[in-house]
């Protein structure tokens, strides 16, 4: 832009509340998303028509005609500015921007991060206390059920998630100790759009493989919550838990590459490899010695395999045959090759 300045968050002005409200609705941003948005906030500060549908949120002026500021022209330097003004704005209601760098795309995500109390309470007031405890189960599944020493994958597909839906009708806590309640459970077709609603919401992702897995925000979220669920407070020191963080920049691996020691708790993300050996003599695992062979941890660590690729041939040599023989009725064959690293 010609000049940074106009738009910095030195003074706290409509601008910065325009960012912040589009900022609080989505969630999270990546640098790319923010760049047309935050393109518009400033045509509009500018007084220039710039007709788009979300601008309607931000009762800031809009009057003659000109030309817009273009999502091109916003720098690093102007995002990380309204970044660093929102995060002075929101300190004093415990909410906190945290950054990380996406484990498949590579790309840096900043995330809105309550400071103070867990995501699942702040799912609590969009979802039903049995979609709550669906959620929980789900991530049980995640990070306990296909999360051991032999295959770390802390993802989920629809076919596995179906097997949790449902429950023994045993009673739960409800967050107090006189208020219980029956979790019921849900029906497949429930559990399958609650999913894709927290994928909308952007606690989940969905890979073109159709696994689930906490997104970024999620993990940034949950990363205490996480740690204190699932790993073992009492275990000796270097003991496997089934959390681990990256040995570089010490986020949360949910994908990435394992030591190949089932036993030791070394983990990299595929953006940290280069940089993280480039510092080291040889590829060795800085913990226990061994050989780097760059295991997969995440849904890799599945679909990389010969079991895997071997059930997707098969199905679809039967979805082919099946499709010959009935094209109207053929099925699609979801879900077939899922159960293979059952």
Same mark, same amino acid.
């Given at each position: +832009?010609?000049d ?8 706290y002005?409509?601008?910065n ?10 969630g999270?941003?990546t ?10 906030i400033?045509t509009?500060?500018d007084? %220039? ?5 979300y601008?309607?949120?931000f009762s ?15 720098t690093?330097?102007?995002? /990380?500015s309204?970044l660093s ?12 921007? &945290? ?5 498949v795309s ?7 991060? *309550?400071?103070?109390?867990?995501a699942?309470?702040?799912? $609590?007031t ?6 709550i405890?669906? %959620?929980?189960?789900?991530?049980? $599944? +995640?990070?306990e /059920?296909?999360? /051991? ?6 993802? %989920?597909?629809? +076919? ?7 429950t ?5 806590? +409800? ?8 979790d019921?459970?849900?029906t *497949?077709?429930?559990?399958e759009?609650?999913? =894709?609603?927290l994928?909308?919401e ?8 159709g696994?689930?897995? =906490?997104s970024?925000r999620a ?13 073992d407070p009492?275990?000796e020191e270097?003991?496997?838990?089934h959390?681990k963080?990256c ?14 020691n089932v ?7 595929e ?7 480039r510092?080291r ?6 913990r ?6 760059g ?13 895997? *690729?071997?059930?997707k &041939?098969?199905s ?6 099946v499709a ?10 979801e ?6 690293d059952?």
């Open positions: +832009m010609d940074p300045d106009d738009h910095s968050a030195a003074q002005d409509d601008t509340r325009a960012f912040l409200q589009a900022f609080m609705a989505r999270s941003l640098f790319k998303e923010a760049q047309p948005l935050l393109a518009a400033f509009v500060k007084g %220039i028509s710039y007709p788009l549908p601008l309607s949120l800031l002026p809009n009057i003659s005609p000109g030309q817009p500021t273009r999502a091109g022209d916003v690093l330097d102007d995002f /990380t309204y003004a929102a995060s002075t704005a929101l300190s004093p209601f415990d909410y906190e921007i &945290r950054s990380s760098l996406h484990q590579k790309e840096r995500v900043w995330a809105l991060v *309550n400071s103070t109390s867990d699942l309470t702040q799912l $609590a969009l979802h039903t206390a049995d979609e405890a669906f %959620i929980k189960r789900v991530l049980d $599944a +995640m990070f /059920t296909y999360n /051991t020493r032999r295959q770390e994958i802390m993802g %989920i597909t629809s +076919m596995q998630a179906m097997k949790v839906a449902r023994d009708g045993r009673r739960q806590s +409800m967050g107090n100790g006189e208020s219980q309640g029956t019921k459970g849900l *497949n077709s429930q559990a759009k609650l999913l =894709l609603s994928v909308e952007g606690w989940m992702e969905r890979s073109r493989e696994w689930f897995t =906490l970024p993990l940034m979220e949950l990363k205490g919550w996480l740690v204190a669920t699932y790993n009492d275990a270097g003991e496997w838990q959390i963080n040995e570089a920049c010490k986020n949360i691996v949910t994908v990435g590459q394992r030591c190949s036993d030791c708790n070394v983990r990299l993300h953006g940290c490899l280069a940089p993280f050996w510092t003599r040889e590829e060795k695992c800085p226990c010695g061994t050989q780097w062979r295991l997969c941890v995440g849904e890799k660590a599945v679909t990389t395999t010969e079991a895997w *690729n071997k059930g &041939r098969i679809g040599a039967q979805r082919r045959t010959e023989q009935e094209p109207d009725d053929a099925d699609d064959g879900g077939e090759e899922e159960d293979e059952e």
